[in-house]
């Protein structure tokens, strides 16, 4: 497969609109009257240089369907603001209480607690102010802030049963990480998706298609992320590693050994690839993506 | 004026349609999949016993321009979703660190920081969900959702104000201190009164009423909330007393006294009843609203 060998020129034009995405949300930020520390706050954690994963599965998801990058700014814009904020609270101590990110300390680290516990909401209730200011067509603006608002409350969900899960379950250990991770990490994977399929006016059949493709993208993404935790530094991630593991959570390494972990994104790979057989060229940049996303270091 | 004698039957009259609001966010969140323990820290922290001012102000303002009630629920169950997360947010550790709210422990101390950090984030997110999915108009929905929106961040630029104050300013100290509220108390309010008279219909002067009868009843709340805070106990407050001056901030009575505090609630009283002026008898319960506002004890 293409994954073995994707050069640093591959990565930069499969990631180029993510720049265009971090000038949309500098210039909003810029726009939106914050006070001076409330808004170094959210720059300092939004504009940090992340992969910016989510908005770029928005604007190739609507370039897949026919439709311009521009139509989808304003939701690739929103939902990298409630990842990040997601991130932020995460981080908390009363959280994973983690004190590196992306290579830098924490927000609570850098200014305080309190500062986290306040750009976290801002930057949550700022993405659905984005949406409902930014976007022209009503009908368009709500289909994506219902995509958005129930892909951020399954999120939370999955961050609850990550973090605070119920009395232990019957259920096996692979179904419970796979549920797990279909809300933690999957629904906004998910949601980024489909909004970038709404925006480019995706037909019923389409949608369904770059569901299918979100879903396993999603769980892959997760499954090289625990690979990572466990394979990479800290130096290299920009973050702690191995954290899960002593949280005593779980973790694809953990439930299916390494290999395991390494069979089971080659099949989530196939399967995002398989997703998009539907669709013509203009889905190559989501394929790559997949590609790139099934051999990231970091 | 009529606010000196309101009965406890009056008062029941007034805050009738809360019971309604209550019951839709019970369904509501009945119907809504999530965690056990999610579920029952949400439902600990929103259905205790408020006073859901910002529900009733939603719908009031929706009858008064000649709406009904349930255009207007969607809105009101939002709204009080987005105040009662920033409370739960709010009496965290990190940030005013309080054991009791409405006579009961915070949610903190009753579930857990985690717990209270994530289900806080869930009522937020939850609260656009809720518009989102619940609003037939998406004419309507986006309005409503840009108020809610905007109204949410002004509420949390007034706590960043209010607990992170930046360097000393040169303002005078009530100018500063109604930014501060126009922002952390007023910007709610103002969201709800607009929310209600844009279900309601309200034509654009009916509108611009309804805004300055928000911002002058905002103002008011606030100014008898630091009263209160002065004068009345924890046992009938429900939660702590005198933390705000103990915490050197900015409050009314400290400002302009206590006798001075009693004048500014009776002219923002004053203001708020001549911006109905235009308004028949549809708007009787939003002047009572009001008049109950200016005397309520709790």
Redesign the interface.
């Known amino acids: 497969m293409t994954t073995l060998d994707i050069t640093q020129m591959d990565l930069e034009q499969i990631t180029l609109p993510a720049r265009n995405v971090e000038a949309y949300l500098s210039a909003f930020l810029r726009h939106?009257?914050?006070?001076?520390?409330?808004k170094r706050a959210i720059e300092y954690s939004l504009l940090s240089g992340g992969k910016l994963v989510r908005p770029l599965l928005v604007i190739r998801c609507c370039e897949a369907v026919g439709g311009k990058p521009e139509q989808a700014l304003a939701p690739a814009a929103a939902v990298e603001m409630v990842h990040v904020?997601?991130l932020v609270?995460d981080d908390?101590p009363?959280?994973d209480d983690d004190d590196l990110r992306r290579g830098k300390p924490t927000l609570?680290i850098h200014e305080?607690?309190?500062?986290?516990?306040?750009a976290?909401?801002?930057m949550?209730?700022?993405a659905?102010?984005l949406?409902?200011?930014r976007?022209k067509s009503?009908?368009t603006?709500?289909e994506v802030?219902?995509e958005?608002?129930?892909g951020?409350?399954d999120m939370?969900?999955g961050?609850?049963?990550d973090?605070?899960p119920?009395e232990p379950s019957d259920q096996d250990p692979i179904d419970r990480l796979e549920d797990i991770h279909k809300n933690k990490t999957g629904a906004l994977l998910r949601a980024a998706c489909r909004m970038g399929g709404i925006c480019g006016g995706a037909n019923a059949k389409q949608l369904a298609s770059l569901t299918r493709y979100a879903q396993a993208t999603g769980l892959m993404f997760q499954a090289v992320d625990d690979l990572l935790d466990v394979t990479s530094t800290p130096e290299n991630l920009g973050k702690a590693v191995r954290k899960d593991a002593e949280m005593g959570k779980l973790t694809y390494p953990g439930v299916l050994g390494l290999d395991g972990t390494r069979e089971q994104i080659a099949s989530l790979h196939t399967e995002a690839t398989v997703a998009l057989e539907g669709f013509d060229h203009r889905a190559n940049p989501l394929r790559e993506l997949c590609d790139y996303l099934a051999v990231r270091q970091k």
């Open positions: 939106r009257p914050l006070p001076e520390n409330l904020f997601s609270h908390l009363a959280m609570h305080s607690e309190a500062m986290a516990v306040l976290g909401d801002a949550l209730s700022l659905f102010e949406i409902a200011t976007m009503a009908d603006a709500l802030m219902r958005l608002s129930v951020t409350n939370i969900v961050q609850v049963q973090t605070l119920l």
